[in-house]
């Protein structure tokens, strides 16, 4: 059997103003993108593009959005972004978001990524608009006990690496934040909704940042280089960008469509990730890009040991699935297949990119294939992989 899971969800945001903070980042353009499709009125606040090439640029969505170049640790300025908006709901994405980067500038990391939510946060609060906001923090945030089990929304909180602590810090004040200001038993008094959402390794065309696996993979397979691997065995719920963007959008309509006592049963943390089949190593993801790219080869070389890398982590998305209906849809060769596929249309097209809309149509024909495509069910799911943890639906209940 098998479950669409989203029909129609995402009708809600047709003529709602929606501002993106990180939106000329990774996820933030495809997010832009896709609200764009949706019918939105979507609005931007961001730091520019941290890559070049950039997927912000080639889409060319400056010229679709009312956007501002600001920074998140200047709470004036996002109070004034926000006034001026006044928007339906905000999905926050701006931060520091790379692991190795935080490890070179962690009081950077730490002050964008916990400032940049708390200030959001207090904008909100000072201007006094009733919103719903949906927070992105990280798979990252949990305390890493290298176990096979994927880690629930009430495991323990933690990182050994500067990044993955600003993101357990930050779901530490998104929770003191909702608890002391936006309480969801008051929502009717407040207007807020808050909830957020803690997405695995996502993958997919456009991303360029450097020390990520994939984007070195096609940096390396483009210059006929051996892809160096230094954790060939390190275990990541891997997934499309679309994978989590669906569920963040998912949340988002039931923070936006709930009346104000039913929102307050989806203002929490929530997992987005792949099924547990898609938990591949290292190894397997590059020699699956290798085989979709259609040459190629890698070589193991000495990890940096001043930077730790965890060698296990899981998701557990029974949460997701029981309280938002919300399921992945594409399996681990799909994601690489898409990935790739994206990939070389941009180099195909290279000489064109600047003069034609060829990406843009590209990009949007991989989003409608996305909401078109079906999810499996965990019925199915059980019967092909009984490791699978869809059994919990009663923890979950209101
Ligand atoms: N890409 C992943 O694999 C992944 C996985 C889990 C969580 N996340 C989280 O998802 C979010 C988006 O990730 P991404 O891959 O698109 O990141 P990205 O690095 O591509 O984009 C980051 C965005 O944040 C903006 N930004 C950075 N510092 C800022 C500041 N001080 N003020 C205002 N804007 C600032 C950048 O301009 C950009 O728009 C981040 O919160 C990231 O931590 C990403």
Redesign the pocket.
């Known amino acids: 059997m098998e479950t669409s899971g989203s029909s129609g969800i995402y009708d809600i945001y047709k003529s709602k103003k929606v501002l993106i ?10 997010l832009t993108l896709w609200l764009k499709e949706l019918g939105a009125r979507v609005f ?8 070049n090439p950039s ?2 640029e080639l889409l060319d969505l400056e010229k679709e959005i009312d956007h501002e170049i ?5 709470l004036e300025q996002l109070k004034k972004c926000i006034q001026r908006v006044k928007p339906d709901i905000i999905f ?7 692991v190795g980067k935080s490890y070179e500038e962690p009081l ?1 990391t730490i ?3 916990t400032f ?1 939510t708390v200030n959001l946060l207090e904008a909100v609060r000072q201007v006094g608009l009733g919103v719903a906001i949906v927070l ?5 945030c949990y305390e890493n006990k290298e176990w096979v089990f994927g880690y629930r929304e009430t495991d323990t909180l933690g990182g050994h690496d500067p ?1 993955s602590a600003s ?1 357990a810090a930050t779901e530490v004040l998104i929770s003191s934040w909702r608890n002391s200001f936006f309480n969801p038993d008051a929502i009717k008094e407040h207007g807020v909704r808050v909830a957020s959402a ?6 997919g065309g456009g ?1 360029w ?1 450097k020390n ?1 696996i994939v984007p070195d993979c096609i940096r390396d397979l483009q210059n006929h280089t051996f892809i160096s691997v230094r954790n060939p065995y390190s275990t990541r719920p891997w997934q499309h ?1 679309l994978e ?1 963007l669906s569920g963040y959008l998912q949340l988002g309509a039931k923070l936006l469509g709930s009346s104000s006592e039913d929102a307050a049963f989806f203002c929490e943390a929530f997992n987005f990730g792949p099924h547990v089949t898609n938990n591949k190593n290292v190894k397997e993801l590059v020699e699956e890009i290798i085989e979709s790219w259609g040459s190629g080869s890698w070589k193991w070389i000495s990890p940096d040991k001043a930077n730790y890398e965890s060698g296990l982590l899981n998701l557990s998305i029974d949460k997701a699935y029981h309280k938002l209906g919300w399921l992945p849809k594409w399996n681990f060769s799909d994601t690489i297949a898409r990935t790739v596929e994206w990939y070389q249309t941009v180099e195909s097209h290279q000489k064109f990119l600047h003069e034609s809309t060829m990406i843009r149509d590209f990009t949007i024909k991989q989003i409608r294939a996305h909401q078109a495509a079906r999810s499996i069910s965990p019925q199915t799911l059980l019967a092909q992989e009984p490791t699978s943890n869809f059994l919990t639906k009663q923890f979950y209940e209101k």
């Open positions: 903070t990180g939106h000329t980042g990774f996820k933030g353009s495809w931007g606040y961001a730091l520019d593009p941290p890559t997927l912000f600001g920074d998140v640790r200047d926050h994405l701006a931060a520091q978001s790379l950077e002050h964008v990524n940049g992105i923090t990280s798979d990252k990044y993101k803690r997405a695995g390794n996502v993958i991303d940042s990520r960008v989590p």
